[in-house]
């Protein structure tokens, strides 16, 4: 199941030849990473416009790698879409009111997760432009949980990329079952993309940046 809008075209002029499926340039396609897991829990993306045209958005792959997941780009959604009949909608958003994930016990209701897409303030534009959306109970993934996402800054050192986040939230409530595949094509386009800039550029841009916000925050070693 899966529901894609916004797809680029492969070949728009003046584009590298990109890959239908993954968006990526043909020459670093991740399809053949990009597992099809089952699961118990329905994924809903609901992805801002803006996100959906950042080159290194991973909710598409995140989606493209369940079998029980969507994705939709917009700024106002149906209620529909989390009104589903036998799951139990809930909204991945941290604050001091979400609940952590814990284990579906198998004689219950599933969830359906609803995942924004974006930066933080395009998420919270999200739930401000959608009240039924806003009003979901909130969850959030383990505090253990730790991004490998080492080429986009972000402004929480907790932040997780969207396929983290999913991956996370799914060995949470389907534990003991892990979910390490779905990351696959995540860690060969973070691979690709220090490769493409260099080991020399990432370090200085990346890596000391990262070490003087831990220094600065209190969190080094």
Not at 68 to 97: C, E, I, K, M
Not at 137 to 156: K, N, W
Not at 194 to 213: C, D, L, N, P, W
Request: proline letters at 8%.
């Amino acid at each position: 199941m899966h529901t894609f809008q916004n797809r680029r075209n492969s070949a728009a002029p003046g584009r590298r030849p990109t890959c239908a499926r993954c968006l990526r340039p043909q020459s670093h396609c991740l399809c053949a990473r990009i597992p099809s897991l089952d699961s118990r829990t329905r994924i809903l993306v609901l992805q801002h416009p803006d996100e959906s045209r950042h080159a290194l958005n991973t909710a598409r792959l995140a989606v493209l790698g369940l079998r029980n997941a969507s994705l939709h780009v917009g700024t106002r959604h149906d209620p529909a879409l989390w009104r589903v009949d036998g799951y139990q909608a809930r909204l991945l958003f941290p604050g001091p009111d979400a609940a952590v994930l814990q284990a579906t016990p198998a004689d219950a209701t599933p969830t359906l997760l609803v995942v924004p897409d974006g930066t933080w303030r395009q998420a919270r534009q999200l739930l401000a432009g959608n009240p039924e959306l806003a009003a979901l109970p909130r969850v959030t993934v383990p505090s253990d949980a730790v991004s490998r996402y080492r080429v986009r800054h972000v402004a929480l050192p907790q932040a997780l990329a969207t396929i983290e986040a999913v991956a996370a939230a799914l060995a949470a409530l389907e534990a003991p079952r892990a979910f390490d595949a779905l990351l696959a094509p995540f860690e060969a386009l973070v691979a690709g993309q220090i490769e493409a800039m260099g080991q020399a550029r990432y370090e200085r841009h990346h890596v000391r940046r990262e070490g003087s916000r831990m220094a600065r925050d209190g969190e080094g070693g």
